[in-house]
T-cell receptor, first 115, second 111 residues
């Protein structure tokens, strides 16, 4: 069964460092997303991406964050200068094109720990 | 998007049906009801969705009341692997496909 894959599974970084989280969405999917979940809290929407541009972003997704689809397969989330409060599980998701059935396919997540 | 209310937690005996309720009294005519679950901090997993009619797939059934103000997700024969947080989400179908997750219901399936 096709799946969304994310790397790394866990990353530890120092405050102020840049971090790139990588995702390989399901092949032929057209819509891509990043969500995050701080330990013990809700899953929060960060950004949606379609046709090589951001289609929607949340208040969390400030200038420190950026997304990119550098080639035909990867979808990346960059945090420019990490803060302690960026420590969270980051989930990538994708969905097929066409009518929105609400079925997003999520990866297993990348745990980011900022020290 | 309409607000949803779910009980924070529920228990269910293994092998029995798990019935998870969701209230969405402010739902509008073009809003769908979606159910997802999250098993132990893994990525959320889509279960089922519906607009007006009851729906069934290999994972679950979704029963939506006639006035659409509430719905119930039914796992017909719960197993220990169904222990998870279950999220009821109400929204319109949209180009962005964004989902807003609430706190959900923590379902504990017990042997």
């Amino acid at each position: 069964e096709p799946e969304v894959t994310q790397t790394p599974s866990h990353q530890v970084t120092q405050m102020g460092q840049e971090v790139i989280l990588r995702c390989v969405p399901i092949s032929n999917h057209l819509y891509f997303y990043w969500y995050r979940q701080i330990l013990g809290q809700k899953v929060e929407f960060l950004v949606s991406f379609y046709n090589n541009e951001i289609s929607e972003k949340s208040e969390i997704f400030d200038d420190q964050f950026s997304v990119e689809r550098p080639d035909g397969s990867n979808f990346t989330l960059k945090i420019r200068s990490t803060k302690l409060e960026d420590s969270a599980m980051y989930f990538c998701a994708s969905r097929a094109g066409g009518w929105d059935t609400g079925e997003l396919f999520f990866g297993e997540g990348s745990r980011l720990t900022v020290l | 998007d309409a607000k949803t209310t779910q009980p924070p937690s529920m228990d269910c005996a293994e092998g029995r049906a798990a019935n998870l309720p969701c209230n969405h009294s402010t739902i509008s005519g073009n809003e769908y009801v979606y159910w997802y679950r999250q098993i132990h901090s893994q990525g959320p997993q889509y279960i089922i969705h519906g607009l007006k009619n009851n729906e069934t797939n290999e994972m679950a059934s979704l029963i939506i009341t006639e006035d659409r103000k509430s719905s119930t997700l039914i796992l017909p024969h719960a197993t220990l692997r169904d222990t998870a947080v279950y999220y009821c989400i109400v929204r319109v179908a949209s180009n962005t496909g964004k989902l807003i997750f609430g706190q959900g219901t923590t379902l504990q399936v017990k042997p």
